[in-house]
T-cell receptor, first 115, second 109 residues
Framework: NAGVTQTPKFQVLKTGQSMTLQCAQD?????MYWYRQDPGMGLRLIYY???????DKGEVPNGYNVSRLNKREFSLRLESAAPSQTSVYFC??????????????FGEGSRLTVL | LAKTTQPISMDSYEGQEVNITCSHN???????ITWYQQFPSQGPRFIIQ???TKVTNEVASLFIPADRKSSTLSLPRVSLSDTAVYYC??????????FGGGTRVLVKP
């Protein structure tokens, strides 16, 4: 049982390049989330998807887009990367939307450096 | 959206009990309180969740007073491997599961 799988684990981009971070969960969870964590800081929510077919903005959505491809997969796209987007990105999933006694399961993270 | 406040850091020694208090003054009636643990280079991991009074599992206890405006995570007899960052979250319907800055716990030998 893999849980939450993120790809790639490491990526270096040049300013202005685009890329997509992939996330897949095999727990049949309804809700999925993308967070970013800057060095020494807490996690900040970028986007989330309460259920298949829905997405919503979190605290820091600017510069990102998401796609809930199906129940398993939730991708995060950077259209034009900027150095300020250098961070570790975590994908998470939960059985139920936040607030209904759900537990978040996290992936191992994707480390992105934008030069 | 319920905001949480935690101490930035705490030091302890092996074998001691560690108590971390989180303030959430504007918690709503239907909100739950959840704690996560994060080791370096890993995603956070669920520790415990509660609504009121006391909840205990194999790794921690969570104490929530009657007014629910704060909560305390208790880690009994910590070891070096409990050195981590601990996050308090308030989860309610429609909440965006926002993490605060967390509390860095350093367990010394």
């Amino acid at each position: 049982n893999a849980g939450v799988t993120q790809t790639p684990k490491f990526q270096v981009l040049k300013t202005g390049q685009s890329m997509t971070l992939q996330c897949a969960q095999d727990m049949n969870h309804n809700s999925m989330y993308w967070y970013r964590q800057d060095p020494g800081m807490g996690l900040r929510l970028i986007y989330y998807s309460a259920s298949e077919g829905t997405t919503d903005k979190g605290e820091v959505p600017n510069g990102y887009n998401v796609s809930r491809l199906n129940k398993r997969e939730f991708s995060l796209r950077l259209e034009s990367a900027a150095p300020s987007q250098t961070s570790v990105y975590f994908c998470a999933s939960s059985e139920r939307p936040g607030g209904l006694a759900g537990e978040l399961f996290f992936g191992e993270g994707s480390r992105l450096t934008v030069l | 959206l319920a905001k949480t406040t935690q101490p930035i850091s705490m030091d302890s020694y092996e074998g001691q009990e560690v108590n971390i208090t989180c303030s959430h003054n504007n918690i709503a009636t239907n909100d739950y309180i959840t704690w996560y643990q994060q080791f370096p280079s890993q995603g956070p991991r669920f520790i415990i969740q509660g609504y009121k009074t006391k909840v205990t599992n194999e790794v921690a206890s969570l104490f929530i007073p009657a007014d629910r405006k704060s909560s305390t995570l208790s880690l009994p007899r910590v070891s070096l491997s409990d050195t981590a960052v601990y996050y308090c979250l308030v989860e309610g319907a429609g909440n965006k599961l926002t993490f605060g800055g967390g509390t860095r716990v350093l367990v010394k030998p």
